[in-house]
C-alpha cells in the first residue's frame, strides 16, 4: 500500500479528486481479479512503459503529485515490475519510491545516447525486497561482432537502446529478467526501419536462448518490443526462438489495439509455471478509473494554466527572436496555443494526449507465477536413493 499521508498537505479539491481517482483504482484491481500479493506462494510480475518519466521534453508539462499517487498505486500491485522510458533526472523516480515506501528498491541502466535513438532513456526495475532478492548480477547485453544488427550489410550496429537484465530470486524461483524497448523507426513493414525492428528482436531473443544453455537460471524477456499484433514478424522473432509469450485477446497502448508490450519466458527446469493459464486478459486499463474520457472539464482549469504557461513562453521567445525562422516558429506556436485554448473541440484533443503524459500511452502487463515447489521437491525426495 502506498504512503498516503502527505495527501493532508493537498488543497481540498485536489486531495478530493485524487482519492476518489485512489478509491476507483482499488475498485478496479477488485472488479479485474487482479490478484493479491502472498507472501510465499506466487510471484506478480509485470512490464510497464511510463511514458516520458519524466523529463517535460514533449512540452506537455511535468506530471501533478496526483498522477504519482495512481502510478504508485499500480506498481504497488506488483513483487517485481521492469520499468521503461525512465529518464534522466531521477527526481521523479526518487518521488515515486519515497510513495510507495521503504520496501520497495530499484535498479536501473544510465541512459542510452542520443545518437543511436535512444532518446537518454533508462531501463529498469522496480521490486519489493520483502518478496523479491536481487541475487548480485545485472548487466547490459552488448553483441559480439557476428551478431551486431544492420539495416544494410555494411552499417552494422547495437541496439538503440541496450537490454538490460538482473538475476532475481523469489522464493524458490530464480530468474534471470531482462528488459527491453525496441527501436520502433517505421511501421511500414517494407521499411529498413522495420526491419532494423525486428532484427532487434531477434538478436536479444538469439542472444538469452544461448545464455540460457548455461545457466541455471529461467529467462523472462519483457519489454516494450514494439509489436503490432500476434503474427506479425517482430512477434514470430520471439517464438521462433523457443520463447513462450502471454497471449492477450487485448492489446497494451491506450486503445488497446496494438500489441506493443509483451512478457516471453524460456524456461529451463520446467519451474516457470502461470497460476492462471487460461486467462487472456492480463492488460491492466486504468484509464477506466483515472484521467478518464469524461474527466475532462474536471482537470480543464489545470491544463487552461498550463497552455497559458506555454503560450507565455512563446510570446517570449517571439520577442526574442533574432532571426526569421525563429520569429516563423513562435508566431506558429502562438496561432496553434491561441486556437486551443479558444476552443473546447481542440481542448479535448489536448486532453486525451496530455493524459497519457500523467500517467502513460501504454498500460501495464502482469503475470502471476507459482514460486513454491515444495511439494513437488517433497515428492522427489520420497523416491531419492542415495
Known sequence: MPFYKPLKRF????????????????????????????????????????????????????RLQESLYYIAEIVSRFDVIAVQEICEDLWPLDELMNLLGRQYRYILTDVTHSGLGGNRERLGFIYDKNKVSFKGVAGELVLPDKMLISEVEEKKRQFSRTPFGVLFQSGWFEFIFSTVHIYFGNDSPNAPEYDRRVKEIEAVAKYLKKEAVSSNANQILVGDFNIKEPGSKGFNALEKNGFTTVKNKKGSNRDQTKFYDQISF????????????????QVFQFFDSVFRADDFQMYKPIIMTRIQKKLNKAEENLAAATSQS?????????????????????????????????????????????????????????????
Open 11 to 62: 488543497s481540498e479539491v485536489d486531495r478530493k479528486r485524487t482519492v476518489a481517482g485512489l478509491k476507483r483504482l482499488r475498485e478496479q484491481f477488485t472488479k479485474d481479479q487482479f490478484p493479491e500479493k502472498t507472501a510465499s506462494k506466487s510471484l506478480i510480475l509485470g512490464t510497464w512503459n511510463i511514458r516520458n518519466f519524466d523529463d517535460d521534453r514533449f512540452n506537455y508539462g511535468p
Open 326 to 386: 525563429a520569429k516563423n516558429k513562435a508566431e506558429g506556436q502562438i496561432a496553434r496555443l491561441s486556437a486551443v485554448k479558444t476552443s473546447d473541440v481542440l481542448l479535448e484533443e489536448y486532453y486525451e494526449e496530455w493524459r497519457t503524459f500523467q500517467m502513460s500511452d501504454h498500460l501495464p502487463l502482469w503475470v502471476e507465477l507459482e514460486i513454491d515447489f515444495s511439494d513437488s521437491y517433497l515428492d522427489y525426495l520420497s523416491t531419492y536413493e542415495a
Open 266 to 281: 524460456l524456461s529451463r527446469r520446467n519451474e516457470l509455471v502461470l497460476m492462471q493459464p487460461e486467462r487472456d486478459d
